[in-house]
């Protein structure tokens, strides 16, 4: 089993449009949305959701005040600034570090359970769709990211299927460097703007950082052939292989306003593209 | 004032919005940019400021005096992030996963811990004409952006139009970035994503108590969904940029849109209007 992660550097460049097409032309293998914090992938996926569960972040603390001498030494120690007037603790910026907890001399404060998102099993027509919720203002991307790929492991290996398809979150913070573990391949989807080469730069250093395997799609690489030329040597520099060029092409939008993957409306170039680029993964994955 | 840009995820043309707006509003008075996406800062490209000043930002760590540590357990057992991990000879820290509560240090019962502190980014400021010009930059492989989010926004300067561009998502950089802004410009497309990213960012704002308008990019003319979640919860849609090849080339390029098409200033000033006016108090739920 092979598990391929795409990532971007920053969000909108295609990341999810690109899997939504690798998904529908990979035969045995699961899909995973790690974008837990704005999970897209469902979208284009048409799922039909089999079972959810909760996921639990890091306890909070609460204070007892029945128990409470009023010492004030949780409201000195803690450095979130998370408890208030009265000794009450702020949800949203109590990072659970339980500071306050064991210090507190005479056992005044709780830890509590606390479900900062959940879990999603879907089934699409294109194979198991693994995709997760983290609750608004939640931390803990990181955590959720590494449970969503647990699971889209766990039924890879139930279903022996030959591949996971991860749709990784944006950036290159602690969520995308949950997703990069193990992984076998990390795909970057690039785009030829200025912006996009420093989102490039900074991804690659990321995968170089953690010793895996990368590779590069360039979306929209007709938008500007300079800056294109510009990735391709920086991924050179990198000794990245540039394994798909995608072109600018107006009815990825159409497809995607349908909620629907490009490659099952476009022709041309655009589809072309997409096609190489699928064999090219293949033969970086070894797959059949 | 303080406005946020934000968009619940990347890609929509949040700094697109944001580095136009700075620019139409520097035409008539004081501005200052804070590009708060410090994984990603690319304002700085639309905006190109001369830079005057940088300052590395720094966070708590423990510092273990391996002499004075008994190897007793207690820190790796009170470290809510198992960043410490006890050895059979040595107590290992991992950094990136520290979250510099001070809990180690305060409960060693040996004192063999004390805080140090590790570099986590930098805060650069400079100026692009008459814009100010604030960003933070995370190092790279470093997990925890607030408290450089957090040093970025020690900037802020009252009295004066203070933008920031913040980062994606919901979760908490994006909340620290928007956190006390006055007005909130949520930032979508017209597609099944841009909605469902809308309605998270739309929530996010309503949880933090900042009224916000909704402004549309790449629009096609026919926004309906978005004109029907606008509508179903009262935000205003402030306005729509249509989707335009030579505007997406000009951002290729680093040349900001309000550049490319002149026609298109018209929207932002009308929003400094709609701002000035205040006519968003009347939209906070
Ligand atoms: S440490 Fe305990 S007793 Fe002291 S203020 Fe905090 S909760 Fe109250
Ligand atoms: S400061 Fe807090 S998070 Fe960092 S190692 Fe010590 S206990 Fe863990």
New binding site residues.
Partial sequence: MRELVVLSGKGGTGKTTVCGNLAVLASSKVMADCDVDAANLYLLLDPVLKSSSPFYGLKKATINREKCLGCNLCLHLCRYDAIGPGFVVDPVLCEG?T?CYHACPCGAVEMIEHVAGHLFLSDTRYGPLVHARLGIAEDNSGKLVAAVRKEARRLAEEGTKELIITDGPPGIGCPAISCLSGADLVLVVAEPTFSGRHDLERVLELAKHFGCRAAVCINKWDLEPENTRALESLCNRYSVPVVGYLPYDESVMEAVKGGRPVIQECSGPMEEGILALWDELKALLELR | MIIAVASGKGGTGKTTVASSLALVAAEKGEVLFLDCDVEEPNGHIMLKPRWHKKETVRV???EINQEKCTLCGR?AE????H??VVLPREVM?FPT?????????HLCPTGA?SPGWREIGQVEEGSSGKIGFVQGRLNVGEAISPPLIQAVKERIRPGVLNIIDAPPGTSCPVIRAVKGAGFCLLVTEPTPFGLHDLELAYEMAIRLGVPCGVAVNRSDGDDSSIRQFCHDNSVPLLFQLPQDREVARGYARGIPAVEVRPEWKGHFLALLAFLEKGGYARCAN
Avoid: K, R, S
Wanted: with cysteine.
């Fill in positions: 570090c500071v | 708590p760590v423990p820190c009170v470290c809510a992030f960043a410490l820290l996963m520290c979250h510099g509560c001070g809990g180690c240090w811990i």
